[in-house]
């Protein structure tokens, strides 16, 4: 991968939408010579796909939380994510270090359906306890997935 191919991949995360030519005049490349990098960087696996985002308000998920998670003793990653996986109000989680084990980005309709989501987290076997802090206000939010 080369500059070029680092300024196409930063114009589709702009705008996936974008034609070649015009992702081409940015970049200073033909549209042609566009499709084929295009074309390059998801055989080589470098882009996974296209898709849309949607403003989570819309499906009604407008209430969104980080929470910390404690586990008693040691617990696997696997079976943090098999716990996780069981409640549809977690969108994003993963072990970090420090005194939690994990970190879980959670969103909800509203501030009784994300108590009761918690609820079933805060159950699980290896759980001790969580901290939680709802969200205010989005300030950045970048996507590199």
Known sequence: MDDLDAGILEELRQNARASYGDIGARIGLSASAVKRRVDRLVADGVIRGFTIQ?????????????????????VAPRELKRILSG?????DA??????????????????????????????????????SAIVLSRLINRNYD
């Open 87 to 91: 409640v549809p109000e977690v969108v």
């Open 94 to 131: 993963g072990t970090v270090t420090g005194s939690a084990d994990a970190i879980v980005h959670m969103r909800s309709r509203d501030i009784p359906s994300l108590e009761m989501a918690l609820e079933r987290v805060r159950v699980a076997p290896n759980v001790d306890h969580t901290r």
């Open 54 to 74: 949607v403003d989570p308000a819309v499906d009604g998920l407008a209430t969104e939380a980080y929470v910390e998670l404690f586990c008693r003793g040691t």
